[in-house]
């Protein structure tokens, strides 16, 4: 799923409600995010008390823009080892990621097509094991030639509220044929 949010609020009222469900329902969430995770976490216990217990708060320049740049073979194999560890049809513990990705105005437009290929192949491995994942997308940073790029690598794009199943989506088989 990929959420677009105008303004950190908006994320945070998605963002925040989607990781206390892992707590909730006794998941790990791991968080890659530019916020300090002493903020992510207390905006987690004022929402639900304790359920920052099981939040993991990664930060975004040591992992996505590992050495300065967008490590996006670094980040699908973390991901990807993630998703072998709990496949489908297993009751392997499943884990909520969410991912912000509000850094693309750091980058020239190769990082946006390199964006497209990384997340045709997280949707490859994501939709075959336990795990949930979201994509947070800032409209702020994020291109407008890039929002068609979301809706076409997401299944479902929440957009100002409202869920909506995308009409262009290619699907993880697209991702798995090597369609990037």
Not at 20 to 45: F, H, N, R, T
Not at 69 to 92: I, K, N, V, Y
Request: proline residues 4%.
């Amino acid at each position: 799923m990929a959420v677009l949010y105008a303004d950190e609020r908006e994320r945070n009222a998605h963002l925040i409600p989607y990781l206390v469900a892992a707590s909730l329902a006794g998941k790990e969430s791991i968080c890659v995010a530019a916020d300090e995770p002493d903020d992510l976490s207390s905006l987690l216990e004022n929402r639900s008390p304790g359920s920052s217990a099981a939040l993991v708060v990664l930060p975004t320049d040591e992992t996505y823009l590992r050495d300065g740049r967008f490590a996006s073979d670094e980040m699908a194999a973390w991901l990807g080892d993630m998703a072998q560890d709990a496949p489908l049809g297993t009751t392997h513990p499943a884990t909520r990621v969410a991912g912000d990705i509000d850094w693309l105005d750091r980058f020239a437009g190769d990082s946006l097509a390199e964006l497209h290929a990384y997340e045709s192949r997280l949707d490859g491995f994501a939709s075959s094991c336990r795990h949930t994942f979201a994509c947070f997308y800032s409209r702020a940073t994020l291109p407008a030639a890039g929002i068609i790029d979301v809706f076409k690598t997401h299944s479902k794009v929440l957009v100002g509220g409202v869920l909506w199943d995308s009409p262009f989506y290619e699907g993880a088989s697209a991702a798995r044929s090597g369609h990037e």
